[in-house]
């Protein structure tokens, strides 16, 4: 079974200002992590993922996230926010082997970016 | 690729109708997925196809829940004898099935549903 922690349900932060979604996961078995942001009345759009390899992945938008796998966290961070990015964030993890993806969300992150 | 479409987007409903909700997923994508989003919460999984087979259903779908997708294309979704606690918004994803999980999910934009 998976589990994924998002301790942060609100952030605000000023525009142009650096921020850091934090995310933790458990999980008995190896995984793939995810990042998807939600704009309101919309569905979840990717907006990263971590699959192997360099441990720091870069998504759209520029934002990026690190892979920490003894503190088993993936971050998100962006170092200067817009208006734009205001929406809501969810951490996701996926069982790497099985027959589908049983994807586990977090309870998402809310940030607002205050002009 | 022209997206998950999900119809309709807003469904307004009196406690004990029936209600259908519809997914097309992306044409070329076999797995097909169901999630409820309540307030405050990350999706939870409902339930999983692929193709036309129904293969997973999670503890969160009663039986008053049934889901279908008779020819491996769209699916439908229909709640009978909805409750207040059914008030949601339910989310249709596709992804492709070659190769392993990690592909991302493809999401719709959902359709929120309110029981009054």
């Known amino acids: 079974a998976q589990s994924v922690t998002q301790l942060d349900s609100q952030v605000p932060v000023f525009e142009e200002a650096p921020v850091e979604l934090r995310c933790n996961y458990s999980s008995s078995v190896s995984v793939y992590l995810f990042w998807y942001v939600q704009y309101p009345n919309q569905g979840l759009q990717l907006l990263l993922k971590y699959l192997s390899g360099s441990t720091l992945v870069k998504g759209i938008n520029g934002f990026e996230a690190e892979f920490n796998k003894s503190q088993t966290s993936f971050h998100l961070r962006k170092p200067s926010v817009h208006i734009s990015d205001t929406a809501e964030y969810f951490c996701?993890?996926?069982?790497?082997?099985?027959?589908?993806?049983?994807?586990?969300f977090g309870t998402g992150t809310k940030l607002q970016v205050i002009p | 690729d022209t997206g998950v479409s999900q119809n309709p987007r807003h469904k307004i409903t009196k406690r004990g109708q029936n209600v259908t909700f519809r997914c097309d997923p992306i044409s070329e994508h076999n797995r097909l997925y169901w999630y409820r989003q309540t307030l405050g919460q990350g999706p939870e999984f409902l339930t999983y196809?692929?193709?036309?087979?129904?293969?997973?259903k999670s503890r969160l779908l009663s039986d008053r829940f049934s889901a279908e997708r008779p020819k491996g294309s769209f699916s439908t979704l229909e709640i009978q004898r909805t409750e207040q606690g059914d008030s949601a918004m339910y989310l249709c994803?596709?992804?492709?099935?070659?190769?392993?999980?990690?592909?991302?999910?493809?999401f719709g934009n959902g359709t929120r549903l309110t029981v009054t």
């Open positions: 196809f692929q193709n036309e087979a129904q293969l997973e």
């Open positions: 996701a993890v996926n069982p790497r082997s099985g027959g589908y993806q049983k994807v586990t």
């Open positions: 994803a596709s992804s492709p099935a070659e190769g392993n999980n990690n592909s991302p999910l493809h």
